[in-house]
């Protein structure tokens, strides 16, 4: 008889270095993009992310920092190079790595 895979062993386990960056002299940390909560793949496009999917995948990514960061001015192609650059840290394409899961 096998034993059943546990799925809470597995999420402690595959924990990841989270992403850091600074904003006007503050420092933000963002999870491994594949350990954001699952809700948000049926909230977003994940295939091609707008500008909204893209706001609402960093504000879920800052969580508690959100409020910090939204408060400070910052042009729209730097928060496209944020994204890019979280993209870069987690190795794939953002969306290829949170809808990978065969469903």
């Known amino acids: 008889m096998s034993t059943a895979f546990n799925l809470d062993v597995w999420v ?3 924990k990841r270095e989270p992403f850091r960056f ?3 002299d503050r420092e933000y940390t963002m999870p491994f993009a594949g350990e954001l909560d ?3 793949l049926s909230a977003v496009n ?10 609402m995948l960093l504000k879920a990514g800052l ?3 959100w409020r910090a960061f939204d408060d400070q001015p910052l042009p729209l ?6 994204f890019r ?7 794939a394409p953002l969306g290829e790595s949170l809808a990978s899961a065969d469903f």
């Open 38 to 40: 699952k809700k948000i």
């Open 85 to 91: 650059q979280w993209q870069s840290h987690e190795g």
């Open 22 to 24: 600074t904003l006007a």
């Open 63 to 65: 969580a508690a920092q």
């Open 12 to 14: 402690r386990e595959a």
């Open 46 to 55: 994940m295939t091609s992310p707008s500008a909204a999917d893209i706001e």
């Open 77 to 82: 192609a730097a928060l496209g190079e944020l």
